[in-house]
């Protein structure tokens, strides 16, 4: 953020927020739906293993960025941290 504080409104400052959450929030949605797409991925390899059979698997997936819980608990930590500057900045505004 880059100009004089004297600038921003609370209109403008509220509407970016609400852009980060909604993109927060799509990735976040991302990241869970692909570790449990890979959970499953792993699990039914486990069932397949003992079963005896091998079949080479005919979907390549991608792989999870590294640290996939990690950044999700910063996700969760950083809306919890909006909820709460929207909440305080609703009592002053």
Same mark, same amino acid.
């Given at each position: @953020?880059? +100009?004089?504080?004297?600038?921003? &409104?609370?209109?403008?400052?509220? $509407?970016?927020?609400?852009?980060?959450?909604?993109? =927060?929030?799509? *990735? #976040?949605?991302?990241?869970? &739906?692909?570790?449990?797409?890979?959970?499953?991925? *792993?699990? !039914?390899?486990?069932?397949?293993?003992?079963? +005896?059979? !091998?079949? %080479?698997?005919?979907?390549? $997936?991608? %792989? =999870? %960025? %590294? /640290?996939?819980? /990690? &950044?999700? @608990?910063?996700?969760? !930590?950083? #809306?919890?941290? @909006?909820? *709460?500057?929207?909440?305080?900045?609703?009592?002053?505004?």
């Amino acid at each position: @953020m880059d +100009g004089s504080l004297l600038d921003l &409104t609370a209109e403008m400052v509220e $509407s970016e927020l609400e852009d980060y959450w909604h993109e =927060l929030f799509k *990735v #976040q949605k991302l990241l869970v &739906t692909k570790l449990k797409k890979a959970k499953s991925d *792993v699990a !039914s390899a486990r069932r397949a293993s003992i079963a +005896g059979a !091998s079949k %080479p698997s005919s979907q390549q $997936s991608m %792989p =999870l %960025p %590294p /640290n996939t819980d /990690n &950044t999700l @608990m910063l996700i969760v !930590s950083i #809306q919890d941290r @909006m909820k *709460v500057f929207k909440v305080t900045t609703v009592y002053y505004h």
